[in-house]
Each structure stands twice: as C-alpha cells, then as structure tokens.
C-alpha cells in the first residue's frame, strides 16, 4: 500500500524529474531532515541545485516564490505549519492571486503553497489550527485539499504542472500515515469532476442514501467511519463526497445527491463560525432550494488545547458526525 505520504512525496520527485521550471523552497527542506514531515525526503539529494532552503520568513519565502513564477519558473513553496500560512496572506491575497487580472492576463502565477494543516497530535493552539478557510475568499486563489480517497500525489502533480494560476494545497498532519484508499468491499468509490475530482462514497450495497454527506481532508476519514457506523449500526444510508477543491466550491457536485436526499451535512475540522462548510450549505439552498435540510459539525469556537482529552473535545469525531447525522435524518 501507498501512504498519502508516500504519494506527495514521489509526485514532487516527478514534478523535479518532468519540469525544469519547477523549484522547491522552504525551511528546513534539504536532507538529511527533509522537511518537518518528511514530505521533502529525498528532493535535495535529487535535485541540489533546484530545492533551496529558506530563513524563517513565510512572507518571504512565498514571496520568492511569486517572484519566481512571474519570470516563468513553476515553484513549490512549503510552509512547515499551516499556523503560518497568514504570514505570508499579502503575498498570496495582495499579490499572487490578483497579478494576472492586474496586468491584463498578461502575467500568470504558476505557485503552489504546500502547507500542513490540522489537530489530533498534541501540538498545542499555534500549531494545530485549520485556518483555510480565513483564505478560502480570495479572488484568483485556488484552494486544494490532500485526500487519501484518491490519489493526492496525482492532485499535488497536477497543480504544479498544470495550473497557471497560484493554489493553496492543504495537507492535514492525520493523513501522512494514511494508506490510500482502494475502495472494495465495504465501499463504493466514484470519482466526480475532473482536474481536481470529488470522491462519491456509498456503503456497498446500500439502498439509495437519504443523506449527503460532503467533507475534505481527515475530517472525511471520521466521516467515512460515521457513514458505515450509520448504516451498520442504525440503518441510515448516506453518500459521502469528498472533496479536493475547496475553492472556487462547485455546488453542482452535490446536484444529483441533493436532489434525492433533501438532506445536507458538512464536516470540517476548521472552527465552525463563518466556515466553509458553511459555504456549502449557503451555495446548496440558493441551488436546490428551501426544501433543503443542513447541518454542520466543525471545530468548537476555541483555540485548539495541547492536552489530549481536551482537544479531543473541541475537534470532531465520528460519534459526533453520527449524532448530527441521525438528527438531520430524523
């Protein structure tokens, strides 16, 4: 089996090997270390002249890398926490996502911000937040989400390879040491969209769902777990829909489920006021209507604790993804 790990890792070896205009910078990149999560292993050793470590200063390394892209060159920037992605916002709001309708399409930014994101290890308030959606509004920025539902090193190679316009690329620390999914047995697994694809998810079997389930990143691991739980446990079918593009969000993914179920629930580790979740359900109602039903389960409204049990319980889980679910299809 492959690790999402394992997977992003190989995918910027090939970005490396396939593209001379690709760059890697970051802090703490090179081996031996090879990046906080080791996702860079192996890339210096490679390619010594075209991954370049960086001082502390997020605003200057994406900085860099807008700077890079606008002569022509295809850099992927890692910031080592996803805490510190707002360090670096001017450049990525101010600059990076507006430079291409300031100049006419005549300039494009081709940067890829790498960056981990998310709770569940212990590693306190300012290293634990998912603060995507504080940059989930910005014109021109796209927003991308690792998933182990489908292949992330094949999302990663495509944003850097392919798209001409600057992508924030979501990485949660949970997944690393997810194996990727195979579908099988106990679920179905269909891919909906193309560039960057959702993940239809049904139980196996089951009869047609009367709930829609849309999540990303880890978070739609605990909500693959309440799917089943529903359905084994309580005899409620659901579909799941995991999602890798966070923004621009395409309500249509959701149409065809939307218009069997009636019934909508977002799962997000990002605190639950003003997120994107509720984004989802803002976009659902204004497409399909005010028959909808929709819930949220995200983050409590509190900075994430560093004691275990606590952070435990301000993160969603899937007894808490279930409890929300059977009252949504009650």
């Known amino acids: 089996m492959t690790t999402v790990l394992e997977s992003l890792n190989r995918a910027l070896h090939e970005c490396l090997a396939e593209s001379p205009q690709v760059r890697l910078l970051g802090e703490d990149v090179l081996d031996p ?12 050793g490679a390619f010594p002249a ?14 860099l890398g807008v700077g890079m892209a606008l002569r022509g060159l295809r850099p992927v920037v890692e910031i080592m926490f996803g805490d510190f992605v707002l360090l670096a916002a001017d450049q990525l709001v101010n ?11 005549q300039a494009r930014v081709p940067l890829v911000v790498r960056t981990p994101m998310g709770g569940g290890r212990g590693y306190g308030p300012t290293h634990s937040q998912s603060l995507e959606k504080h940059l989930l509004g910005a014109p021109g920025l796209r927003t991308l989400a690792a998933t ?31 194996d990727l999914m195979a579908g099988g047995d106990e679920v179905e697994k269909l891919p909906v969209g193309d560039r960057y694809p959702a993940y239809r998810l049904r139980v196996a079997g089951a009869p047609p769902p009367s709930l829609t389930l849309v999540s990303y990143g880890y978070p739609a ?4 777990q309440a799917l089943k739980t529903l359905a084994f446990e309580h005899e409620v079918f659901a579909e799941l829909f995991v ?3 966070l923004a621009p969000f395409d309500t249509g993914l959701l149409k065809e489920s939307l218009a069997l179920t009636h ?31 929709a819930g949220r389960v995200a983050a409590q409204d509190l900075p994430i604790p560093a004691a275990q049990a606590l952070e435990a319980a301000v ?14 299809a009650r």
Not at 221 to 224: F, I, P
């Open 50 to 63: 075209r991954v370049l470590t960086t001082p502390v200063s997020e605003a200057g390394i994406v900085g």
């Open 221 to 224: 691991e605990l909500a693959l």
């Open 243 to 245: 999602c890798t593009q």
């Open 95 to 105: 600059h990076a996502a507006k430079l291409r309708w300031m100049t006419g399409d």
């Open 33 to 44: 270390y090879g990046g906080a999560f080791k996702v860079t292993r192996g890339l210096s």
């Open 148 to 178: 182990a539902a489908g292949d992330p090193g094949a999302l990663l190679k495509t944003a850097v390879l392919l798209d001409d316009d600057p992508v924030l690329f979501i990485e949660h620390k949970l997944l690393y040491g997810k």
């Open 263 to 293: 019934r909508l629930l977002t799962i997000e580790e990002g605190t639950r006021s003003l997120g994107w979740g509720a984004e989802v359900v803002a976009g659902a109602l204004e497409a399909h209507g005010a028959g909808l039903r």
């Open 315 to 328: 993160l969603p889980a899937p007894d808490s993804i279930t409890s929300a679910a059977l009252a949504l």
